[in-house]
């Protein structure tokens, strides 16, 4: 899955659907989404972004080489 935010707005849906998608009944064991930065976006917004998704907990978030942000969580399913 890949999200590209333009606008602090969506910088705030980004962080919403990376927790709908650990809340969900469906949710996999793995799951990873990988974020683009817009070559638009001022640095203080993508900062922020990283510092949001890394403040949920169970998440990780590796930044890449080529600008992105790779956020990745586990499951724990019911036995």
Do not use: C, H
């Not at 949710?27 to 972004?49: F, G, M, T």
């Amino acid at each position: 899955m890949l999200f590209s935010p333009s606008s602090e707005t969506t910088y705030i849906a980004v962080v919403d659907r990376v927790r709908a998608l650990i809340e969900s009944p469906q949710a996999q064991v793995q799951q990873s989404v990988r974020i683009k930065r817009a070559s638009n976006e001022p640095e203080w917004a993508w900062l922020r972004l990283e510092r949001d998704l890394r403040s949920i907990d169970g998440v990780n978030v590796e930044a890449r080489d080529d600008g992105s942000l790779f956020v990745y969580w586990y499951v724990d399913l019911p036995r």
